[in-house]
C-alpha cells in the first residue's frame, strides 16, 4: 500500500511526497454502544489501513485525490460543508486548524460501510499529516477529540469517542479498554494462543444513521429519568422503573460496561474462555436488548461459535450490517475461516470475507523525506 500510494501521488503531482501516513481501520472486540454514555471499550486498530502521502503546498490550498472517491480542492482560508466524502477531511482539517496546504493522494483497504471505521481512519490520516506539515505536537488524545467534532460538527454523524481514539492511539498486539469518559487508556495483551478473526458478512449499512441517532437519544432519556450523568452510571435494579423499551435500551448499555471491563480482566487473567462467552453474551445484548443486530450478522456469529476452535463471536461495531468479530485458538485459523465461510455461504446465500488481523499500531508516520 506505501508504494502504491507513493507512486499515485507521483503520477499526480509530478513531485515525490515529503510524508506517508497510515492510519489503521480498527475493530472493537467488546463494548458497543457504551462509548457515548461514558462507559468502556475493548477495541484493537487493525492491519487494515488507510494510507496518505503528502507534500506541502505555497498556497493555502489542498488537494486530496482519492483511489476510490475522485479529486478534492479545498481552500484552508474558507472551508465549507459539501456534504460528500470530502468532508471527512474539511471538518477534520478545521478542527485540528491545519494552515499549511498540501496535495495528497489516499487509499484504503478499509471497507466503507463495514463497522470497521473507515471514517475514523480518514480523518486520523488527514489529522497526522497536517500535524506534521504544520509542525504541531503530536497528541493522540486532542487528535481523537479534533476528529470526532468534525464528524459531530462537520459531518453530522453522532458518533461516539471510541472510533478516533483507538485509531489514535492503538498498539501492536495490545487491545486497549478505553473509559470514554476519562480517556483513560488501560493495555491488555492479546494471549499468544488466540487470533482476532474478522468476519465481514458482505452486507453494507444503508441508513444506519438515523437508527444509531435513535438509539443515542433512547439512552440519553433513560439516563435523565434515572437523574444520573450517563448511563455509566446506573446499575440494573436502578432500571425497574422505566418504560419497557428504554429499560431494554439501558439495560444493554448497563449489561455491556460490565462485560467490558470483566472481558479485559480475563485478558489479562489468558482466560480466553470467559473472553468468548462475554462475547457471546455481548452480541445476545446487541441483538435483542439494543436491536441493532441483522439476520446477516446473527447467522455468521452463530456460524462463527459452531467451530470447536472459537471461543466466541459477536458483531461489532454499530451494527445494522457489516462485520463481526470471533476469537479463534491460534492451531485452528485455517479450518475456521474456511468452515465458517462455507456455512455461512450455505446459511445466506451472501459470500463473505474472513481474515485474520494482529492488532496494529494507531496512527502513523510511516515514512518523511
Ligand atoms: C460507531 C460509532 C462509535 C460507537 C459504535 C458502537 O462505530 O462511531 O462511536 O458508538 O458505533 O459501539
Known sequence: MRDLVMRDF????????????RSPGRVNLIGDHTDYQDGFVFPIAIERATWLAAARRTDPLVS?????????????????????????????????GAHTGFDASVRTDVP????????ASLELAVARAAAELDGRDWDPRSAALAA???????????CGIMDQMIVAAGRRDRALLID?????????????????????????????GSEYEERRLACEEASERLGVPALRDADEAMLRGLPDLLRRRARHVVTENSRTVAAAAAFDAGDVAEVGRLMNDSHASLRDD??????ALDAIAEVARRHPGCHGARMTGGGFAGCAVA????????DFIAAASAGYSDATGHVPTLYETRAAPGVRVESSS
Open 112 to 119: 466503507v460501510g463495514a463497522g470497521l471505521s473507515s471514517s
Open 148 to 158: 470526532q467534532s468534525a464528524e459531530n460538527d462537520f459531518v453530522g454523524v453522532p
Open 10 to 21: 507521483q503520477a499526480r503531482y509530478g513531485r515525490e511526497p515529503e510524508l506517508v501516513v
Open 64 to 96: 486530496v485525490a482519492s483511489h476510490d472517491h475522485g479529486l478534492v480542492d479545498l481552500d484552508l482560508l474558507e472551508i465549507e460543508r459539501r456534504g460528500d466524502w470530502s468532508d471527512y477531511i474539511a471538518g477534520t482539517l478545521r478542527a485540528v
Open 180 to 208: 470514554c469518559r476519562s480517556l483513560d487508556l488501560t493495555e491488555s495483551t492479546i494471549p499468544q494462543s488466540v487470533r482476532i478473526v474478522i468476519l465481514d458478512t458482505g452486507t453494507r449499512r444503508q441508513l444506519a
Open 290 to 295: 439494543f436491536e441493532v443486530s441483522s439476520a
Open 327 to 334: 476469537l479463534v485458538d491460534e492451531n485452528a485459523v485455517g
